[in-house]
């Protein structure tokens, strides 16, 4: 029951008025550090899958065309409301990350905080976004990672049946994840509480990934 879609589209429906309490100054550092390893250029077509209340709005450049899509209407409209603050044309929208309502290689840049350890099936979501991606594409991903070279632990295993729940998941490993889904990583490199949060940036390995209905 609390690994499952709707079980985040109910929760993060209820954390939308806390959300920014919580996680504004928190992830800061993290988010500006994941997005300065973005090759930015002039008009870039950028999207943000999960983007919540839009806390990365203020980091992103201004010259780029951008989209942002959430599961739930309660972080779209906090995020329509920032943009409009802040002076910031965005097309918003309510959208499941893992059934983007976009063309293939629609996007230069997806941006994808802190929802590949929140999503059921990460890989599902990273198969959309290297759908929408073209060809030089990047995905710039920050989120917590288990270490690469070696799966969570018992303890770390028992620990993420609560903070899967709740929070998010403690075990998932991002090389392996992004690897597995037509993704090799250019950047990566830690951004919070030692090495658990780690920013990343990939790019599309010429093979469609292709997964099997589950
Ligand atoms: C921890 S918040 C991160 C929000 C934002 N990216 C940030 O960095 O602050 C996770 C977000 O992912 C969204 N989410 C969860 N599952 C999703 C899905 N399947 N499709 C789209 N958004 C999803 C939630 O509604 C929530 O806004």
Not at 114 to 125: K, S
Not at 170 to 183: D, H, K, N, S
Request: glycine fraction near 6%; aromatic fraction near 6%; proline fraction near 5%.
């Amino acid at each position: 029951m609390f690994n499952t879609t709707g079980w985040n589209r109910l929760r993060y429906t209820l954390y939308a008025p806390v959300y920014d309490a919580v996680a504004e100054r928190t992830f800061r550092h993290a988010r500006r550090a994941a997005l300065q390893q973005v090759r930015w250029h002039s008009g870039m077509r950028v999207l943000l899958v999960g983007a919540g209340t839009g806390l990365d709005l203020p980091w992103l450049p201004r010259d780029v065309e951008l989209h942002a899509t959430d599961l739930c209407p309660a972080m779209v409209k906090r995020l329509t409301e920032r943009a409009r603050l802040l002076g910031i044309d965005v097309d918003a929208r309510v959208m499941d990350a893992e059934r983007l309502e976009y063309d293939d290689g629609r996007f230069d840049v997806v941006v994808m905080h802190l929802i590949l350890a929140v999503m059921p099936t990460p890989e599902a979501g990273l198969c959309e976004a290297h759908r929408v991606l073209g060809a030089n594409g990047q995905l710039c991903v920050m989120d917590k990672f288990q270490a690469d070279d070696r799966p969570a632990g018992l303890a770390r295993r028992g620990l993420n049946l609560i903070t899967s729940a709740i929070a998010t998941d403690i075990t998932r490993q991002a090389r392996p994840l992004l690897e597995a889904t037509g993704f090799s990583v250019d950047e990566d490199r830690p951004v919070m509480m030692g090495r658990l949060f780690r920013a990343l940036i990939a790019s599309k390995t010429s093979a469609m990934p292709t997964r099997e209905s589950p």
